[in-house]
């Protein structure tokens, strides 16, 4: 029997409504290894454990892959073309995302600091750091 009052935590729908209300990342850290993710999951993808507690992520983190998109789908029209992002978080936690102001593959490069900024499009919006705030 799955102890499941800490599961219940964190369903889908919650995790998905949580970038729609929340400014901030959310995922989920391992209770056993302490794995950081923000990937939902029934249990931990490195050692198995079912016991996932909620964990804010960071806000910073660097591009590890980039593809840049001219043809969008209908939500993401009027700001083609922009970038698709995979950013690794300080702290743990790989997400994807976008970012509106690549519009070419010379804009942005891998391992660029970027932020997330909380939005009302869809997705997860990140931008470069200023210059200055770069570490
Ligand atoms: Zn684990």
Redesign the pocket.
Known sequence: MVDDSASALHSIADFVRGYETDARLRGFR?Q??S?VTATWGLA?S????PKLEEFALSDRGRVVAFTVLSVPGEEFLNDAPYAYVVVDLDGGGRVTGWMPAVKADSDLSIGAPVRFVPGYKPGVQFAKLPPGEER
């Open positions: 391992c056993n290894c794995l931990c490195r050692c198995g454990e």
